[in-house]
């Protein structure tokens, strides 16, 4: 059963990659997709457990996180998903404070950076992606949410832009994001070695495109998690 959910969620993986710029409905009237989460975030009290609450804040690869592995949300009702095909920082920025700080998490995982590398929002430098990402670690702190920083996952092309070579690039800003962690005392999982290939891009059997994760891939990815077992990882029975 969980095979044919991960074929039925893969089976669109191509027009998921070519349509990620496309992918914010009416984007001049919700540019940063507000409304996404309204229902859901009204219902939370009565989805998620109250205490312990985790917020995965992201793109697509965290949004088909609870796609193609949803057990690994269900066994965690305290982990909740807010991740939005084909956004960027700026974008996430934006709705951090609804989707994440009014939900009163105890940690916010931030797993964020891939689209603005391949431009979705048009050229944008290194510093300004982490500007984006510093007012969301910045927002956490303030309300006392333990911050997780991701690296962003290894891609050597991206489908949607063949033009761009990101793969070097992710590299010099995982490091960037590295050393900001260590400076600040944060977590920072480093999903892109545990996944990169010889070519400094997502290995041929963690993923179907490139960019995002097979089931393979997230597994692989909660592997890394569950090396911070005092931070969040408790298993709800």
């Keep these: 059963m969980l095979l044919s959910v991960q074929y039925a969620v893969y089976a669109q993986s191509d027009s998921l990659a070519k349509e990620q ?8 009237d919700d540019w940063a997709n507000l409304a ?31 796609q193609v592995h949803p057990d690994f949300f269900h066994r965690h009702k305290n982990f909740i998903d807010r ?11 934006l709705r ?19 689209n603005d590398i391949a431009e979705n929002g048009g050229p944008v430098t ?15 702190k303030a309300n006392y949410i333990k911050v997780v920083i991701c690296s962003v996952l290894p891609a050597y092309a991206y489908p949607w832009r063949p033009d761009l070579k990101p793969a070097q690039r992710i590299v010099g800003f995982n490091k960037l994001l590295r050393r900001y962690a260590l ?6 999982v480093d999903f892109f070695s545990a996944m990169a290939d010889q070519r ?15 089931l393979n891939g997230y597994l692989v990815m909660e592997r890394v998690l569950k090396q911070y077992p005092g931070l969040f990882w408790q298993v709800q029975k």
């Design 200 to 214: 400094a891009g997502l290995s041929d059997n963690l993923s179907r495109d490139g960019v995002h994760p097979n």
């Design 83 to 93: 991740g939005i095909s084909g956004q960027t920082t700026a974008q996430m920025l």
């Design 183 to 188: 400076a600040h005392q944060l977590n920072f």
């Design 126 to 140: 290194n510093q300004q992606i982490f500007d984006n990402l510093l007012g969301m670690y910045e927002l956490a």
């Design 96 to 114: 951090f404070r609804q989707d994440v700080l009014h939900l009163k998490p105890a940690v916010v995982i931030i797993l964020a950076g891939t």
């Design 21 to 28: 710029k496309a992918s914010q409905p009416d984007a001049q």
């Design 36 to 66: 996404y989460y309204n229902a859901d975030n009204k219902n939370a009290d009565s989805r998620y457990l109250k205490q312990g609450r985790v917020v995965f804040m992201g793109n697509s690869i965290t949004e088909l996180w609870a």
